[in-house]
């Protein structure tokens, strides 16, 4: 027998890409899927993109790039933190990275040694604690609570802190799997109970851009040194072009530089000339959102009468995390159930939250208003 590494015992399985796989396995026996279970947009890559791309590839060399990025997409970059949110950053700090996974494993590797406790909100992305049970660190899990929003807040960062140190803490918003919004006032305390406890603050932005109504800040706005992961996937709509970025302290960029080199060397070529080009795209991708904003509001009148109508706040992003206890206790039976007999691939809350997920359900309306009015008709007939 071949044996396996502890650290891959504790990474457990995606359970959103186990749906896709039965939901995959279902289509080719010809039977018909509403894909709600996948962060994906099903919009193309912007018409700018694939150009630049194409014109990039015609020219026949595809090299390597400096470990930190092309500069000139490092400095656009930058200057888009400045016309967004009013905020300096020198295009040094900008690290170009495949996407923001290779982002969370450069920041955990450059912030943290093995053992160290990091605060991560629950529910929350699963990667995240995987990727750090994989770097033998730990996920110290950040509970939320409906009476914040089920958004993290300062005093449950002191609290968790107090239980039992941690060594750094992330937080995402938009979140996923919910879409809820760390409002600016809020961010900003978490970022000055962070630095009062002197711990590392992660910022994960990957869904803005992708926002209905609710302001959503930077963290960069309110701590200067805070780690910022973001992304091309989500508001830009290049999931598999693996492209995404960092802005770190100026202290971090030789360290991220050395394992960046080492890891995975640079970033791909044309996702990185794509991605500047990307920049270009505002008003075909601002049209994007607008269909998901029409997707959210088609699901928010629907779910209250399918018995789906308790979720968390729907600020931002492209989810709704909705309580299923008044339909089941298991989530995980129901999503399946729900594929082989309706036809709709949603993921259970198992995924995102390994306490209170049993009676959860996570729905993406990232695809297209005539999935989500289908989705509704399925689900209305499966549930009646």
Known sequence: MIPTSRRVAAVAPFLAMDVMTAAAARERR????????????????????????????????????EALGLPALRERI??????????????ERVVVTTGSSAGFILAFLSLFDAGARVGVPQPGYPAYR?????????????????????????????ATHAAEPLSGVLVMSPANPSGTVIVPE???DLCAAARSLGLPF????????????????????????????????????????????????????????????????SAPYLSQIGALAAFDAQEELDAVRDGYARNRAILLDAFP???????????????????????????????????????VAATPG???????????????FAGSEADCIEAVARLRGWLR
């Open 202 to 265: 992660i910022s994960d932005e990957i869904y803005h851009g992708l926002g209905y109504g609710v302001p959503t800040a930077c963290a960069l706005q309110f701590d200067p040194d805070a780690v910022v992961i973001n992304s091309f996937s989500k508001y830009h709509c290049m999931t598999g072009w693996r492209i995404g970025w960092m802005v770190v302290p100026e202290v971090l960029v030789r360290p991220v530089e050395r394992l960046a080199q080492n890891l995975y060397i």
């Open 78 to 91: 930058a200057r888009d933190y400045r016309t967004r949110y009013g905020v300096a950053v020198a295009p």
């Open 130 to 158: 995987s990727i750090l049970a994989a770097l033998d660190l730990v996920p110290a899990p950040m509970v939320l609570r409906p009476e914040d929003r089920f958004a993290p807040t300062a005093a449950l960062l002191r």
């Open 186 to 188: 809020a961010l900003r």
């Open 30 to 65: 010809g039977e018909g899927v509403v894909h709600m279970e996948v962060g994906q947009p099903s919009a193309p890559a912007p018409r700018p993109v694939i150009e630049a791309a194409r014109v990039a590839l015609e020219r026949g060399r595809v090299p390597y790039t």
């Open 350 to 364: 198992l995924d995102f939250d390994r306490t209170d997920g049993a009676h959860h359900v996570r729905f993406s």
């Open 305 to 343: 009468g399918l018995g789906l109508g308790r979720t968390h706040p729907v600020d931002g992003a492209f989810y709704l995390y909705a309580d299923v206890a008044d339909l089941t206790n298991d989530a995980s039976a129901f999503c399946r159930r729900m594929l082989d007999e309706a036809g």
